[in-house]
């Protein structure tokens, strides 16, 4: 609990100090797709020895699938060419488990992220929210991991199959880039596409989770 408030404070931290200077804050809205990379797209466990099934479990490939998600952010512009922004979004990818003669493993991975973000404006219109601009920031990223037999949906499912259930309070780092699109004045369509990476506890020799990578597409708007 005292490291998932220290992860929860980094983001705050960040955003604090400018903040308050700021004025006419930007509310924002966008769907999220998330195409996982790297291990978190497809990871393969070799072959070990199960001393409780007393036999060799084969090769077991883990992939997930494109996700779903939705962020809320509030920009403060602090000059023409920079804002700091909170961003409080979410997700959920589904997966598989798969090995030679085995059953399926169904895996489920949801998030809640919570993130500081600087904001870069080239074209100096951080004040209107307008243009193209970078961003790079700082998040709290709480996570669960889900891995079960069966139908997810069914009835059956949830009489006769348990889950197991991982959680890890982590945190991760992004890059991007976004455009906002519109007038000085009133509502502003967004596309964002930034990359997500897990900076901590990702060491899965130590029994961690594999580093939740991904790209994440945007599409909403501000005002």
């Known amino acids: 609990m005292r490291r998932a408030a220290s992860l929860l404070m980094l983001p705050l931290i960040l955003a604090s100090g400018s903040a308050l200077k700021a004025q006419s804050p930007h509310v924002g809205f966008s769907l999220n797709l998330l195409f996982p990379t790297g291990d978190f797209a497809s990871n393969t466990y070799p072959a070990y020895y199960s001393t409780s099934a007393g ?4 090769d077991q490939k883990e992939t997930y699938d ?7 952010t509030v920009s403060f512009p602090v000059d023409r060419t920079l804002a ?3 961003n409080l979004s979410g997700s959920a990818e589904n997966g598989h488990n798969r090995a030679p003669g085995e059953t399926t493993i169904n895996l489920r991975h949801s998030q809640f992220n919570l993130g500081g973000d600087l904001q870069i404006f080239p074209q100096g219109t951080a004040f209107r929210h307008r243009g193209l601009y970078f961003v790079a920031g700082l998040s709290a990223d709480f996570e669960q991991f889900d891995r079960s037999f069966g ?9 006769n199959y348990s889950v ?11 890059l991007g880039i976004g455009h906002s699109f519109g007038y000085d004045a009133g509502m502003r369509f967004t596309m964002e596409a930034t990359f997500h990476k897990t900076l901590t506890s990702h060491d899965v020799e130590a029994g ?3 580093s939740t990578d991904f790209v994440k597409v945007g599409f909403g708007f501000v005002f």
């Open 84 to 86: 700091i922004r909170l």
């Open 208 to 210: 961690d989770p594999p």
């Open 66 to 72: 494109v996700g779903l998600g939705g962020s809320f």
């Open 151 to 159: 139908d997810l949906n069914s009835d059956y499912y949830y009489n």
């Open 164 to 174: 197991d259930t991982t959680r890890k309070s982590r945190l991760g780092g992004s």
């Open 55 to 58: 036999r060799i479990i084969p």
